[in-house]
Every structure is written in C-alpha cells, then in structure tokens.
C-alpha cells in the first residue's frame, strides 16, 4: 500500500511537472531571460557629440537617425536628472575648442542627417522634397506638445498615405521616421478597418525603422 501511495505521488509530481513545461517560462523567467539576453549598450568612447536631455523630452528621432545611420556610439545621451522642468534636448560636440550647440530633437536629427553620408533620408538635396520633410517634421514637433496634433494625427497620416507608400517621395525619409515615432509616443495600433492606409504604412515603417528608447543608451549625470 504505501509502495502504491508512493507511486501515486511520484505520478502527480510527473503530471504537474509536465502541465508546467506546457505553459512555458513563468514571466519572472521570461524577465530574467530577457536581462539576461539584452545587448550590451554601444560603446561611447570614440563619440563625437553628447545628447543632454530630461525625461519628459526624450530625443527619440535623434536615436532613430543614429541607428538608421549605422553610426551608434557617435552620440552620448546624458539624462540630466536635476532638471526641475522638461526642457528640450540640446547636443553639443565633445571637442572643448567647438563652443556651439543645437537644440531640440528634430533639428539634432536634421544635423545628423545633413552631415552624414546618406542624403535620401533629406531628399538628395532637391528643395521640394527637403521642405516636404520639414513640413512632417514641424507636425512631429508640434505633435509632441499640442493635444489637437495629436488626436488628430492618425487621421491626418491616413489621409496623406492614401496614395503614398512613403510620406515624402518614393523612398524611406526622416518624415516616415519622425511621423513613426509620433504613432507609437500615441500607442497606435494598425487597425485597417478603421485606418487602413495609415496602417499598411506603420507595419511598413515599423519593419524598416529601428526604434531604441533613448533611455537605454543614456547614461546619468547630474547637471
């Protein structure tokens, strides 16, 4: 009898075990696996230019410039912890001799991009399609501070896409990437019942875009 009591607990330990491999990794483990897993942050020793910014002014669309580019690690993102109020992200180079600077996300994203080598993501240099992407780029300015942009961006992007397959010409620009992290600083979702063109748009340029939250780069300091 305590043979067959024995067994009978040994089966339940077998079943339960096995109910657990089915559910898979508990979501602690999944944390931990993904901790575990996350890249290790770009080296910054070699950057040319540091990114001062506050937590409520993330400079997003910086970050997307840099990864698209290909040149992570030129840039330092430093939170300044002591701002007592949002203030816009403001980059300076590293160089002690170069006393300028450049403030705001969209205009360090210009700089970045006019001083690179890939002239697409402004137009090759044509005048129309530049002053197009400024006028995308003064939406995802505006969208950052004024509800109105904001709620009714969605129906602005879809309208716009409704014959586009990008914002700005006929290749990936800095509108699709500024106009992208709008969206997602919303919590868009693609619904095509409800937004079908601003959706096939978004699954496009979410494929294309590397995002990063600049947090996971910046290192603290403070000011």
């Known amino acids: 009898m305590h043979i067959l009591h024995l067994h009978t607990i040994e089966q339940t330990m077998s079943d339960s075990a096995a109910v657990d491999a089915a559910k898979g990794p508990s979501k602690k483990e999944l944390n931990k696996l993904a901790r ?4 290790a942050a770009p080296s910054t020793d070699n950057a040319r230019f540091t990114v001062l910014f506050c937590k409520g002014a993330s400079p ?4 997307a410039v840099e990864l698209h580019l290909c040149e992570t690690g030129s840039v330092k993102y430093v939170i300044n912890k002591a701002a007592t109020e949002p203030h816009v992200p403001l980059m300076k180079s590293v160089a002690e001799s170069d006393s300028w600077s450049i403030s705001g996300d969209e205009n360090i994203a210009r700089y970045l991009v006019r001083s690179s080598a890939n002239a697409g993501l402004y137009g090759h240099g044509d005048a129309l399609l530049a002053s197009q992407i400024d006028q995308w780029m003064s939406v995802y300015d505006r969208s950052m501070c004024c509800a109105s942009v904001r709620d009714s ?12 397959t990008f914002f700005v010409g ?3 620009t800095l509108a699709d990437m500024a106009i992208l992290i709008a969206l ?26 590397c995002l990063l ?4 780069a910046a290192d603290d300091m403070q000011c």
Do not use: G, Q
């Not at 997003?60 to 970050?63: A, E, K, P």
């Open 170 to 172: 006929a290749e990936l």
């Open 36 to 39: 575990k897993n996350k890249p």
């Open 153 to 164: 961006l969605v129906t602005l992007v879809d309208t716009h896409m409704n014959d586009k």
């Open 60 to 63: 997003d669309l910086c970050r």
């Open 184 to 209: 997602r600083k919303i919590n868009f979702t693609a619904n095509f019942e409800t937004a079908p063109h601003a959706s096939r748009w978004f699954e496009m340029a979410t494929s294309s875009i």
């Open 213 to 216: 939250y600049t947090s996971d």
